[in-house]
């Protein structure tokens, strides 16, 4: 039997340098019209819990002539080692053949897809003339989320984070301006990218016409807005499984007071099977729990960057 011949391995900076934030938004935003289509498939996101450091996640998708498994990381004390809290690997196969055809870099991948993600809601959820962006946590995620929507023509923004250094750099690099907390909510477009572990959003933060993309809560337990603020909120999610169980809306559905029915698939929106935004003056939440179809875009996209020539990889042999 033959072997395996190498494969590209792309590191962290090489998906960077393939897919700029344009690219992405418009690849997230098909793969999301791809999987409400039924023309792409996502089994289910399994959760390995590594309690009390973090757990692991194992994220299939199928689509594009390509197969993929995500294995990734979340262990939010890993700032205390010198480490970072998303870590993983990426890997792609033909779904034609089971051919391996690449390994690439979750935490790549996931900022880029969650900063794209961040830029269709806004898009599609956003008050027409929104353009000020209130961005809440100024990490490689929120920094990635700030990047997108930026490159959407979003903006000036105000980014907030307990650390004014970070605030300060990414406010720096954007042209924006760092501001406190409540400067961040008065926003068109707010943004939450913190780790989920109490609200930043409370009711009285609420105003006419704001947009809220909702991207920490990406796991059971977390919540970046009260449960009250959820409930004034028109709703929508990346997908009701996850974002019934493991995310923003995960608290409120429990306690009974949201349902199914008034929550909305992004995707639904997108393919004009389902309404967006009501009117102008209505509150928007958009809850993000991350989906593989979004790195499955984004995987496509880096390997015709590969056989286009304009991204280099080093290579593995199996």
Known sequence: MPGVPEIPVFDHEAVLEAVAPLDAIDRVRQAFVEYASGEWVMPPKVYLDASPAGDFRAMPAKGGGLAILKWVTSFPGNRALGLPVVMGVICVSSAESGEPLALVDARAVTALRTGAVAAVAAQELAREAARTVGLIGCGLHGAWAARCLSAAEYGPGVVFDPDPEAAGRLAGELGWEAGALSDALACDVVTCVTPGAEPVVRAADLHPGVHLNMLG?????????EIEAVERCVLFCDEWEQASHAGELTG???????TREEVTDLGAVLTGSAPGRPDAAAMTLFD?????????AVCLAVLEAHRAGTVRATTARL
Do not use: C, F, M
């Open 288 to 296: 993000s729990t991350g989906l593989a179809i979004q790195d499955l």
């Open 217 to 225: 809560a990406d796991g059971p337990g977390k919540a970046e807005a």
């Open 252 to 258: 409120a559905v429990r306690s009974g007071r949201i």
